[in-house]
Protein backbone atom coordinates (compact mmCIF):
# COMPACT_ATOMS: atom_id res chain seq x y z
CA UNK A 1 0.00 0.00 0.00
CA UNK A 2 1.03 3.78 -0.74
CA UNK A 3 1.99 5.92 2.13
CA UNK A 4 0.05 8.79 2.54
CA UNK A 5 0.95 12.07 3.41
CA UNK A 6 -0.71 11.74 7.35
CA UNK A 7 0.57 7.64 7.48
CA UNK A 8 3.96 9.20 6.50
CA UNK A 9 4.12 11.97 9.78
CA UNK A 10 1.94 9.59 11.88
CA UNK A 11 4.62 8.76 15.25
CA UNK A 12 4.32 5.18 16.63
CA UNK A 13 3.20 4.87 20.17
CA UNK A 14 6.44 4.46 22.36
CA UNK A 15 6.06 0.63 24.10
CA UNK A 16 6.43 0.43 27.66
CA UNK A 17 8.81 -1.31 29.19
CA UNK A 18 11.62 -1.47 26.35
CA UNK A 19 14.99 0.35 26.70
CA UNK A 20 15.15 3.22 24.88
CA UNK A 21 18.51 5.71 23.80
CA UNK A 22 19.02 9.02 22.95
CA UNK A 23 21.24 9.16 19.61
CA UNK A 24 24.01 11.89 18.94
CA UNK A 25 22.34 15.22 18.70
CA UNK A 26 19.07 14.44 18.73
CA UNK A 27 16.77 15.49 21.09
CA UNK A 28 16.77 14.03 24.62
CA UNK A 29 13.65 11.56 24.84
CA UNK A 30 14.00 7.89 24.75
CA UNK A 31 13.50 5.89 22.00
CA UNK A 32 12.59 2.34 21.04
CA UNK A 33 14.06 0.29 18.52
CA UNK A 34 10.02 -0.18 16.78
CA UNK A 35 9.85 3.47 16.39
CA UNK A 36 13.43 4.27 15.36
CA UNK A 37 13.27 1.97 12.50
CA UNK A 38 9.98 3.26 11.49
CA UNK A 39 11.23 7.04 11.23
CA UNK A 40 14.22 5.76 9.13
CA UNK A 41 11.73 4.18 6.81
CA UNK A 42 10.51 7.63 6.83
CA UNK A 43 13.57 9.52 6.68
CA UNK A 44 15.81 7.37 4.15
CA UNK A 45 12.33 7.85 1.88
CA UNK A 46 12.29 11.21 2.12
CA UNK A 47 16.00 11.87 2.31
CA UNK A 48 17.50 9.88 -0.71
CA UNK A 49 16.36 12.02 -3.18
CA UNK A 50 18.36 14.81 -1.69
CA UNK A 51 21.61 13.09 -0.98
CA UNK A 52 21.27 11.38 -4.17
CA UNK A 53 21.17 14.90 -6.08
CA UNK A 54 24.16 15.99 -3.24
CA UNK A 55 26.02 13.31 -5.02
CA UNK A 56 25.55 14.61 -8.52
CA UNK A 57 25.83 18.44 -7.73
CA UNK A 58 29.48 17.27 -6.75
CA UNK A 59 30.44 15.41 -9.66
CA UNK A 60 29.47 18.47 -11.53
CA UNK A 61 30.44 21.29 -9.64
CA UNK A 62 32.54 20.46 -7.21
CA UNK A 63 34.77 17.52 -7.84
CA UNK A 64 36.96 19.33 -10.50
CA UNK A 65 39.46 15.82 -10.88
CA UNK A 66 36.35 13.44 -11.77
CA UNK A 67 35.64 12.28 -15.48
CA UNK A 68 32.24 14.53 -15.11
CA UNK A 69 32.76 17.86 -13.70
CA UNK A 70 31.17 20.75 -15.65
CA UNK A 71 31.96 24.31 -14.39
CA UNK A 72 32.19 26.14 -11.22
CA UNK A 73 29.37 27.23 -9.38
CA UNK A 74 27.52 30.25 -11.14
CA UNK A 75 29.47 28.90 -14.14
CA UNK A 76 27.22 27.52 -17.54
CA UNK A 77 28.51 24.11 -19.16
CA UNK A 78 27.27 24.05 -22.33
CA UNK A 79 27.55 19.95 -23.81
CA UNK A 80 27.40 20.12 -27.47
CA UNK A 81 26.09 16.94 -28.36
CA UNK A 82 23.67 14.24 -26.71
CA UNK A 83 24.08 11.86 -24.11
CA UNK A 84 25.86 8.42 -24.60
CA UNK A 85 26.83 5.73 -22.33
CA UNK A 86 29.28 7.45 -20.93
CA UNK A 87 27.17 9.77 -19.15
CA UNK A 88 26.59 7.51 -16.11
CA UNK A 89 26.40 10.42 -13.24
CA UNK A 90 22.37 10.83 -13.76
CA UNK A 91 19.85 8.31 -13.93
CA UNK A 92 17.82 8.23 -17.10
CA UNK A 93 19.30 10.95 -18.90
CA UNK A 94 17.65 12.14 -22.35
CA UNK A 95 19.39 11.45 -25.70
CA UNK A 96 17.32 14.21 -27.57
CA UNK A 97 18.52 17.02 -26.40
CA UNK A 98 22.08 18.89 -25.70
CA UNK A 99 22.29 19.88 -22.06
CA UNK A 100 23.57 23.05 -20.55
CA UNK A 101 24.40 23.03 -16.50
CA UNK A 102 24.11 25.33 -14.00
CA UNK A 103 24.72 24.91 -10.53
CA UNK A 104 24.06 27.99 -8.37
CA UNK A 105 24.85 29.20 -4.75
CA UNK A 106 22.62 31.86 -3.93
CA UNK A 107 23.94 32.17 -0.24
CA UNK A 108 25.71 35.43 -1.12
CA UNK A 109 23.33 37.18 -3.77
CA UNK A 110 21.04 36.48 -6.51
CA UNK A 111 21.89 35.32 -10.25
CA UNK A 112 20.80 36.86 -13.55
CA UNK A 113 19.68 34.20 -16.03
CA UNK A 114 19.85 35.38 -19.59
CA UNK A 115 17.98 33.58 -22.65
CA UNK A 116 18.53 34.93 -26.12
CA UNK A 117 16.29 34.44 -29.13
CA UNK A 118 15.04 31.26 -30.02
CA UNK A 119 13.44 30.22 -32.83
CA UNK A 120 10.14 29.69 -32.97
CA UNK A 121 10.00 26.03 -34.11
CA UNK A 122 12.65 25.08 -31.57
CA UNK A 123 11.92 24.27 -28.35
CA UNK A 124 14.23 24.80 -25.41
CA UNK A 125 13.57 24.82 -21.55
CA UNK A 126 15.50 25.87 -18.30
CA UNK A 127 14.36 23.68 -15.36
CA UNK A 128 14.82 25.15 -12.16
CA UNK A 129 15.55 22.40 -9.68
CA UNK A 130 16.22 22.73 -5.51
CA UNK A 131 18.08 21.04 -3.16
CA UNK A 132 14.93 18.75 -2.53
CA UNK A 133 14.77 17.61 -6.52
CA UNK A 134 11.08 20.04 -6.75
CA UNK A 135 10.97 21.73 -9.81
CA UNK A 136 10.05 25.15 -9.24
CA UNK A 137 10.27 27.30 -11.77
CA UNK A 138 10.34 26.84 -16.05
CA UNK A 139 11.66 29.31 -18.66
CA UNK A 140 11.57 28.51 -22.10
CA UNK A 141 9.04 28.02 -25.02
CA UNK A 142 6.45 26.49 -23.17
CA UNK A 143 6.53 28.43 -20.04
CA UNK A 144 7.60 32.11 -21.09
CA UNK A 145 7.87 31.75 -25.06
CA UNK A 146 11.43 31.80 -27.23
CA UNK A 147 12.42 35.39 -26.67
CA UNK A 148 15.57 37.14 -25.37
CA UNK A 149 14.62 38.04 -21.70
CA UNK A 150 16.86 38.23 -18.03
CA UNK A 151 15.35 36.77 -14.98
CA UNK A 152 16.75 37.22 -11.40
CA UNK A 153 17.13 34.09 -9.56
CA UNK A 154 17.19 34.67 -5.57
CA UNK A 155 17.35 32.07 -2.98
CA UNK A 156 15.88 31.94 0.21
CA UNK A 157 17.10 35.01 2.22
CA UNK A 158 17.15 37.58 -0.35
CA UNK A 159 14.77 40.45 0.26
CA UNK A 160 14.74 43.58 -2.51
CA UNK A 161 12.71 44.89 -5.31
CA UNK A 162 13.03 43.77 -9.11
CA UNK A 163 15.74 45.90 -11.03
CA UNK A 164 14.84 47.56 -14.36
CA UNK A 165 16.22 45.12 -17.36
CA UNK A 166 14.85 42.21 -15.40
CA UNK A 167 11.62 40.29 -17.02
CA UNK A 168 10.61 38.18 -13.42
CA UNK A 169 12.17 37.31 -9.96
CA UNK A 170 12.01 33.17 -9.63
CA UNK A 171 12.54 32.22 -5.94
CA UNK A 172 14.49 28.89 -4.53
CA UNK A 173 13.68 27.96 -1.54
CA UNK A 174 17.18 26.46 -0.83
CA UNK A 175 20.14 28.14 -0.85
CA UNK A 176 21.56 25.78 -3.66
CA UNK A 177 19.55 24.66 -6.86
CA UNK A 178 20.12 23.35 -10.02
CA UNK A 179 19.26 24.40 -13.66
CA UNK A 180 19.07 22.24 -16.49
CA UNK A 181 19.16 23.75 -19.69
CA UNK A 182 17.75 21.52 -22.85
CA UNK A 183 18.03 22.84 -26.18
CA UNK A 184 15.98 20.97 -29.25
CA UNK A 185 18.55 19.36 -32.16
CA UNK A 186 16.81 18.60 -34.75
CA UNK A 187 19.20 15.98 -36.54
CA UNK A 188 22.84 15.56 -36.71
CA UNK A 189 23.78 18.59 -39.22
CA UNK A 190 21.99 21.05 -36.42
CA UNK A 191 24.50 20.68 -33.70
CA UNK A 192 26.31 24.42 -35.12
CA UNK A 193 22.92 25.75 -34.46
CA UNK A 194 22.35 24.64 -31.34
CA UNK A 195 26.25 25.64 -30.36
CA UNK A 196 25.26 29.37 -31.32
CA UNK A 197 22.16 29.53 -29.02
CA UNK A 198 24.07 27.88 -26.29
CA UNK A 199 26.69 30.68 -26.08
CA UNK A 200 23.64 32.93 -25.68
CA UNK A 201 22.76 31.23 -22.63
CA UNK A 202 24.37 33.82 -19.58
CA UNK A 203 24.86 34.04 -15.92
CA UNK A 204 26.02 36.79 -13.69
CA UNK A 205 25.70 37.82 -10.55
CA UNK A 206 22.67 40.65 -9.38
CA UNK A 207 26.15 42.93 -8.15
CA UNK A 208 27.86 42.34 -11.40
CA UNK A 209 24.54 43.23 -13.30
CA UNK A 210 23.89 46.43 -11.72
CA UNK A 211 27.37 47.81 -11.97
CA UNK A 212 27.78 47.92 -7.87
CA UNK A 213 30.15 46.55 -5.52
CA UNK A 214 29.46 42.50 -4.60
CA UNK A 215 28.28 42.05 -1.39
CA UNK A 216 30.67 40.35 1.73
CA UNK A 217 30.70 36.33 0.27
CA UNK A 218 29.44 33.69 2.59
CA UNK A 219 32.39 31.02 3.88
CA UNK A 220 33.38 28.76 1.28
CA UNK A 221 31.35 25.20 1.83
CA UNK A 222 33.94 22.60 2.62
CA UNK A 223 31.90 19.62 0.56
CA UNK A 224 32.25 16.07 1.90
CA UNK A 225 33.03 13.12 -0.70
CA UNK A 226 29.45 11.89 -1.46
CA UNK A 227 28.64 8.06 -1.05
CA UNK A 228 28.28 6.14 -4.09
CA UNK A 229 25.19 4.93 -5.86
CA UNK A 230 26.16 1.24 -4.28
CA UNK A 231 26.64 3.16 -0.91
CA UNK A 232 23.74 5.52 -0.72
CA UNK A 233 21.39 2.15 -0.84
CA UNK A 234 22.47 0.90 2.45
CA UNK A 235 24.77 3.02 4.28
CA UNK A 236 23.65 4.23 7.43
CA UNK A 237 26.26 7.41 6.43
CA UNK A 238 23.32 8.48 4.16
CA UNK A 239 21.19 10.14 7.25
CA UNK A 240 25.39 11.70 8.12
CA UNK A 241 25.27 13.07 4.45
CA UNK A 242 21.66 13.90 4.90
CA UNK A 243 22.57 16.42 7.34
CA UNK A 244 25.13 18.05 5.88
CA UNK A 245 22.63 18.72 2.53
CA UNK A 246 19.70 20.16 5.34
CA UNK A 247 22.13 22.84 6.44
CA UNK A 248 21.24 24.98 3.52
CA UNK A 249 17.24 24.13 3.16
CA UNK A 250 15.24 26.22 5.71
CA UNK A 251 12.30 24.18 7.10
CA UNK A 252 9.32 24.14 5.11
CA UNK A 253 6.67 25.01 7.29
CA UNK A 254 4.31 21.52 6.19
CA UNK A 255 7.98 20.04 7.70
CA UNK A 256 8.35 20.85 10.79
CA UNK A 257 6.48 18.32 12.38
CA UNK A 258 8.40 15.83 9.95
CA UNK A 259 11.66 17.20 10.69
CA UNK A 260 11.23 17.27 14.72
CA UNK A 261 10.27 13.12 13.99
CA UNK A 262 13.81 12.79 11.91
CA UNK A 263 14.66 14.68 15.03
CA UNK A 264 14.72 11.70 17.23
CA UNK A 265 16.96 9.69 15.74
CA UNK A 266 19.56 12.81 14.99
CA UNK A 267 18.20 13.37 11.35
CA UNK A 268 18.18 17.30 10.88
CA UNK A 269 20.02 20.22 9.64
CA UNK A 270 23.18 21.25 12.65
CA UNK A 271 22.43 17.74 14.16
CA UNK A 272 25.41 15.21 14.62
CA UNK A 273 24.20 11.50 13.44
CA UNK A 274 26.60 9.33 14.48
CA UNK A 275 26.40 5.32 13.87
CA UNK A 276 29.30 4.91 15.75
CA UNK A 277 27.55 6.09 18.91
CA UNK A 278 24.80 3.76 19.00
CA UNK A 279 23.99 0.19 20.05
CA UNK A 280 24.30 -3.12 17.71
CA UNK A 281 20.88 -3.44 18.12
CA UNK A 282 19.50 0.22 16.97
CA UNK A 283 22.29 0.03 14.19
CA UNK A 284 20.49 -2.92 13.15
CA UNK A 285 17.01 -1.09 13.67
CA UNK A 286 17.98 1.90 10.98
CA UNK A 287 19.43 -0.79 8.42
CA UNK A 288 16.00 -2.37 8.93
CA UNK A 289 14.24 1.05 7.86
CA UNK A 290 15.66 1.40 5.14
CA UNK A 291 15.35 -2.06 3.55
CA UNK A 292 11.92 -1.34 4.72
CA UNK A 293 12.09 1.85 2.60
CA UNK A 294 13.34 -0.26 -0.64
CA UNK A 295 10.64 -2.50 0.25
CA UNK A 296 7.42 0.27 -0.72
CA UNK A 297 9.58 1.38 -2.95
CA UNK A 298 9.29 -1.70 -4.69
CA UNK A 299 5.39 -1.95 -4.28
CA UNK A 300 5.11 1.67 -6.01
CA UNK A 301 7.07 0.06 -9.21
CA UNK A 302 4.72 -2.41 -9.25
CA UNK A 303 1.88 -0.02 -9.04
CA UNK A 304 3.32 1.53 -11.57
CA UNK A 305 3.43 -1.26 -13.82
CA UNK A 306 0.00 -2.03 -13.26
CA UNK A 307 -0.87 1.16 -14.32
CA UNK A 308 -2.39 2.16 -10.99
CA UNK A 309 -0.25 5.01 -10.52
CA UNK A 310 0.54 7.43 -13.26
CA UNK A 311 4.59 7.89 -13.14
CA UNK A 312 3.71 11.53 -14.57
CA UNK A 313 1.56 12.65 -11.53
CA UNK A 314 5.03 11.91 -9.05
CA UNK A 315 7.48 14.82 -10.58
CA UNK A 316 6.24 18.68 -10.04
CA UNK A 317 6.27 21.88 -7.46
CA UNK A 318 6.81 21.06 -3.68
CA UNK A 319 2.48 22.04 -4.08
CA UNK A 320 2.29 19.33 -6.94
CA UNK A 321 4.19 16.57 -5.39
CA UNK A 322 1.68 17.49 -2.05
CA UNK A 323 3.67 15.28 0.62
CA UNK A 324 3.78 12.20 -1.89
CA UNK A 325 7.47 11.48 -0.78
CA UNK A 326 7.45 7.86 -1.89
CA UNK A 327 6.22 9.28 -5.26
CA UNK A 328 9.54 11.53 -5.07
CA UNK A 329 11.69 8.73 -4.32
CA UNK A 330 10.72 6.50 -7.00
CA UNK A 331 11.39 9.40 -9.36
CA UNK A 332 14.85 9.91 -8.42
CA UNK A 333 15.67 6.01 -8.09
CA UNK A 334 14.17 5.86 -11.64
CA UNK A 335 14.99 8.69 -13.60
CA UNK A 336 15.87 11.89 -11.03
CA UNK A 337 15.03 15.59 -12.52
CA UNK A 338 12.16 14.67 -14.41
CA UNK A 339 10.56 17.18 -15.46
CA UNK A 340 7.19 18.63 -14.75
CA UNK A 341 4.19 16.69 -16.81
CA UNK A 342 3.28 20.31 -18.32
CA UNK A 343 6.92 20.54 -19.88
CA UNK A 344 7.37 16.77 -20.49
CA UNK A 345 4.92 14.10 -19.99
CA UNK A 346 6.82 10.46 -19.29
CA UNK A 347 4.90 7.21 -20.08
CA UNK A 348 7.37 4.31 -18.76
CA UNK A 349 7.28 1.10 -19.50
CA UNK A 350 8.77 -0.98 -16.53
CA UNK A 351 6.62 -4.20 -17.63
CA UNK A 352 5.25 -5.25 -20.89
CA UNK A 353 1.49 -4.93 -21.65
CA UNK A 354 0.64 -8.90 -20.07
CA UNK A 355 2.60 -7.62 -16.76
CA UNK A 356 5.79 -9.35 -17.15
CA UNK A 357 9.10 -7.14 -16.57
CA UNK A 358 10.76 -6.04 -19.52
CA UNK A 359 13.79 -8.19 -20.78
CA UNK A 360 16.01 -8.48 -23.95
CA UNK A 361 14.88 -12.22 -23.93
CA UNK A 362 12.13 -11.04 -25.66
CA UNK A 363 10.97 -9.40 -28.34
CA UNK A 364 8.51 -6.39 -28.54
CA UNK A 365 6.84 -3.80 -30.83
CA UNK A 366 5.29 -0.52 -29.70
CA UNK A 367 2.61 0.03 -32.45
CA UNK A 368 1.47 3.99 -33.17
CA UNK A 369 -2.06 3.25 -35.45
CA UNK A 370 -2.17 5.70 -38.44
CA UNK A 371 -3.31 9.64 -36.91
CA UNK A 372 -2.30 8.41 -33.34
CA UNK A 373 1.14 10.03 -32.88
CA UNK A 374 2.16 11.17 -29.59
CA UNK A 375 0.47 14.70 -29.58
CA UNK A 376 3.19 17.21 -29.00
CA UNK A 377 3.86 20.65 -29.26
CA UNK A 378 7.53 20.43 -29.59
CA UNK A 379 8.48 16.67 -29.71
CA UNK A 380 8.38 13.31 -28.69
CA UNK A 381 10.86 10.04 -28.19
CA UNK A 382 10.88 6.45 -26.93
CA UNK A 383 14.37 5.44 -25.08
CA UNK A 384 16.05 2.46 -23.36
CA UNK A 385 17.96 2.28 -20.59
CA UNK A 386 19.28 -0.61 -18.95
CA UNK A 387 17.93 -1.96 -15.27
CA UNK A 388 18.93 -1.45 -12.61
CA UNK A 389 21.17 1.19 -13.52
CA UNK A 390 18.84 2.78 -15.47
CA UNK A 391 21.43 4.49 -18.03
CA UNK A 392 21.57 4.62 -21.24
CA UNK A 393 22.93 0.48 -23.35
CA UNK A 394 25.46 0.39 -25.64
CA UNK A 395 24.47 -1.44 -28.98
CA UNK A 396 26.09 -2.06 -32.41
CA UNK A 397 24.05 0.51 -34.15
CA UNK A 398 24.78 3.47 -31.51
CA UNK A 399 21.10 4.26 -31.28
CA UNK A 400 19.90 4.92 -27.65
CA UNK A 401 16.16 6.60 -28.84
CA UNK A 402 13.64 6.74 -31.85
CA UNK A 403 12.48 10.04 -31.85
CA UNK A 404 9.72 11.99 -34.20
CA UNK A 405 12.41 13.88 -35.77
CA UNK A 406 13.81 10.19 -37.15
CA UNK A 407 9.61 9.61 -38.88
CA UNK A 408 10.82 10.14 -42.27
CA UNK A 409 13.65 7.18 -42.35
CA UNK A 410 11.17 5.02 -40.33
CA UNK A 411 9.04 2.27 -42.79
CA UNK A 412 5.40 2.92 -42.16
CA UNK A 413 2.89 0.21 -41.67
CA UNK A 414 0.56 -0.67 -44.73
CA UNK A 415 -2.31 1.13 -42.96
CA UNK A 416 0.24 3.91 -42.76
CA UNK A 417 1.19 3.53 -38.90
CA UNK A 418 4.31 3.54 -37.25
CA UNK A 419 6.04 0.01 -35.59
CA UNK A 420 8.86 0.31 -33.11
CA UNK A 421 10.73 -2.87 -32.88
CA UNK A 422 12.21 -3.36 -29.40
CA UNK A 423 14.57 -6.26 -29.20
CA UNK A 424 18.07 -7.20 -28.25
CA UNK A 425 19.17 -8.19 -31.76
CA UNK A 426 18.97 -6.47 -35.39
CA UNK A 427 15.62 -7.75 -37.38
CA UNK A 428 17.69 -7.88 -40.30
CA UNK A 429 18.51 -4.59 -42.69
CA UNK A 430 15.45 -4.66 -44.32
CA UNK A 431 13.79 -3.60 -41.08
CA UNK A 432 16.66 -2.23 -39.09
CA UNK A 433 15.50 1.65 -39.34
CA UNK A 434 12.53 0.90 -36.74
CA UNK A 435 14.79 -0.89 -34.69
CA UNK A 436 15.12 0.20 -31.05
CA UNK A 437 17.91 -1.84 -29.44
CA UNK A 438 18.19 -2.84 -26.03
CA UNK A 439 20.28 -5.38 -23.52
CA UNK A 440 19.95 -8.84 -22.45
CA UNK A 441 18.87 -8.08 -19.55
CA UNK A 442 16.08 -6.35 -17.73
CA UNK A 443 15.52 -2.94 -19.73
CA UNK A 444 13.20 0.27 -19.17
CA UNK A 445 11.50 2.07 -21.93
CA UNK A 446 10.79 5.61 -21.43
CA UNK A 447 8.05 7.59 -23.69
CA UNK A 448 8.84 11.40 -23.43
CA UNK A 449 6.17 13.89 -24.89
CA UNK A 450 7.87 17.02 -24.80
CA UNK A 451 5.21 19.85 -24.20
CA UNK A 452 2.15 17.87 -24.47
CA UNK A 453 -0.59 18.98 -25.63
CA UNK A 454 -4.18 19.05 -23.52
CA UNK A 455 -5.48 15.88 -24.41
CA UNK A 456 -2.87 14.05 -23.06
CA UNK A 457 -2.96 15.97 -19.84
CA UNK A 458 -6.61 15.00 -19.73
CA UNK A 459 -5.90 11.53 -20.48
CA UNK A 460 -7.90 11.50 -23.70
CA UNK A 461 -5.00 10.12 -25.34
CA UNK A 462 -3.33 6.84 -24.56
CA UNK A 463 0.30 6.06 -24.49
CA UNK A 464 0.71 3.11 -27.04
CA UNK A 465 1.23 -0.67 -25.31
CA UNK A 466 4.19 -2.50 -25.13
CA UNK A 467 3.52 -5.75 -26.77
CA UNK A 468 5.38 -8.66 -26.33
CA UNK A 469 6.18 -10.78 -29.81
CA UNK A 470 5.29 -14.58 -29.42
Not at 26 to 43: C, H, L, M, Y
Not at 76 to 99: L, W
Amino acid sequence: MRLTKREFTKGLVLAIGFAGFTPAGANSSAIVESEARAIAKEAYIYGFPVIDNYRILYSYFVDKAGSEYKAAWNTINNTARVYTPDDTTIQTPNSDTPYSMLGTDLRAEPLVISVPDVEKDRYYSLQFIDLYTFNFAYVGSRATGNNAAAYLLAGPDWEGEKPAGIKDIIRCETQIAFLIYRTQLFDPGDIENVKKIQAGYQVQTLSNFLGKPAPDQPPAIDFPKPLSTKEERSSLEVFRELNFVLQFCPTHPSEKELMARFAKIGIGAGLNFDPASLSPAMNNALSEGIAEAWTALAEEKRLIGEGKIAAENLAGSRDFVNGNYLGRFMVAVTGIYGNSKEEAFYHVHFTDSDGHPTSGAHRYILRMPPGQLPPVNAFWSVTIYKLPESLLSRNPINRYLINSPMLPSLQKDADGGTTLLIQHNSPGNALEANWLPVPEGQFLAVMRLYWPKPEVLSGAWKAPPLQIVS
